[in-house]
Each structure stands twice: as C-alpha cells, then as structure tokens.
C-alpha cells in the first residue's frame, strides 16, 4: 500500500500497453524477406534479439535494427483492451497509475516516441505519469503489471550498461558510477504481476506469484488484493 492509502501502480508499456512483439516481427519480415523469422507462438525468453542469435548470429543486429529505427516506438499498435483499461484504473477512487518503461541504450529515437506514443493515445494527462527507467526495482508502488518474466533489482543489467559504454575509465570513474546504487534495496517494493506475451505464455509461474492473462482478464480484482479494508 503506498503512503497515501491509495493503491500505486506502475504499468510497463511495450508488451504490456503497447504490442512491441508484433510490430517487431511484421517489420522485420518486411525488411529482411529472405531472412528465417520466428513465429510469435514459438518465442521464448525476453529478448528477441537473443533468440535470432541462436538461429544465426548476424540475425541478433538484424532484428535489433528494426527497433532501434525512428518510427518504430511510435507506431507501435496499442494492446487490445489497454487504452480503456489505463483509462477507467486512473478514474478509480484510491488507485494512482503510472507507466513505468525501460528505453533501449540506442535511445535517440526511443525516448522521445514513448512520449509522443502515450500522448497520441493515453492523453497529455498521462505524459506527467510516464516514468523511465532502466532498473524498475527502484521505483516505489504496490503492483507492477509488466511482461518480463524477470525483473532484477540493483541495476543488475543497467550498471553492466553504464559499466560497457565507459570501457576504458579508470577504476575510480567506475566507482563513481556505481556509488549512487549501492544499498539499493534488494527486494522490490511492488508485487509483480506477470502481463502475458508470446514469450512468457508457455511459463509455469510458482505461488504465489499472479498473472494477468490480457486486459480482459480481471485486473480490478488484483487492485483490489492490494487495499486495506475499511
Ligand atoms: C524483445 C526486446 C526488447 N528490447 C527492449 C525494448 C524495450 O525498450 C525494452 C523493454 O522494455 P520494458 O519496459 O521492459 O517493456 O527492451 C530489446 O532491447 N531487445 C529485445 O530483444
Ligand atoms: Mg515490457
């Protein structure tokens, strides 16, 4: 429960609110005819892009090429269910939303069209509720709606971010990095619900962790677990 006695929740956006998995592949076939391609039915694991490494290794900066292209954050088609939702849970009494995303390193194009995505189809309203992050475990709520099936606290894959684009600074740089994250809290505030997506519907989730299945699915009553009763 967040301080005020409402219920705060954070929702990712690609998989969750916007179909990231779609448009990745139809633009990939697209620009890539020839290339082997993956059925969305036979994804698995989160990347994409690592699952295409398997196949073959030049098809991992093949793939990512199509996200990383200006357009493609922006047009990304909402989830079917997703805008209503997002709008009737911010009316709820008690109930704050957030949107909680993580941008791609190639980031020239990315952050600036998850702005302009939730503004074209959430409202301006929505834009002051956008939060990005590259570590989510930081971030403080009660519930977490998103589609990764592991979120890693301590900025396990962010720092390793921070850590590959300064190759080359002395130890102290990297210090100096790390220091703002040391003691971040190694449990998460939120519970997370696990939003399915190709590439985790075949997971066998162990109790107690929940998820929700589509925007059709009774997310209302995974709020309402989460309210003190009166
Ligand atoms: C499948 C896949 C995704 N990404 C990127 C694309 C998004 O910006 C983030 C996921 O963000 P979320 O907040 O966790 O939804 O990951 C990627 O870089 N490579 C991939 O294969
Ligand atoms: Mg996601």
């Not at 704050?96 to 074209?120: A, N």
């Not at 301006?124 to 475990?137: H, M, N, P, S």
């Not at 589509?214 to 209302?220: F, K």
């Amino acid at each position: 429960m967040s301080g005020s006695g409402s219920v705060r929740v954070l929702v990712d956006m690609d998989g969750v609110l916007a179909d990231f998995e779609g448009a990745l592949l139809r633009k990939y076939r697209e620009r890539y005819p020839g290339e082997p391609f993956i059925e969305l039915s036979e994804r698995r694991g989160f990347l994409a892009r690592d699952q295409y490494r398997q196949i073959s290794p030049e098809l991992g900066p093949k793939l990512s090429s199509v996200y990383e292209s200006p357009g493609f954050f922006l047009d990304l088609k909402p989830i079917s269910g997703a805008i209503e939702a997002m709008k009737e849970m911010s009316n709820l009494r008690n109930t704050e939303v957030f949107l909680c995303t993580s941008p791609i390193l190639q980031y020239e194009h990315c952050v600036q069209e998850k702005f302009l995505w939730v503004e074209k189809h959430l409202g301006a309203e929505f834009v002051q509720r956008l939060i990005l992050t590259r570590d989510k475990t930081i971030v403080h709520a009660d519930l977490l709606i998103d589609d990764k099936d592991s979120i890693k606290g301590e900025s396990a894959e962010g720092i390793q971010g921070l850590h590959a684009s300064v190759k080359g600074e002395s130890a102290e740089g990297i210090q100096g990095l790390h220091a703002p994250v040391k003691g971040v809290q190694a449990s998460p505030s939120w519970e997370h619900i696990l939003f399915t997506c190709c590439h985790n519907q075949h997971l066998q989730l162990q109790p107690p962790q929940r998820r929700l299945q589509s925007w059709a699915d009774d997310w209302r009553a995974i709020l309402d677990s989460k309210r003190r009763p009166n």
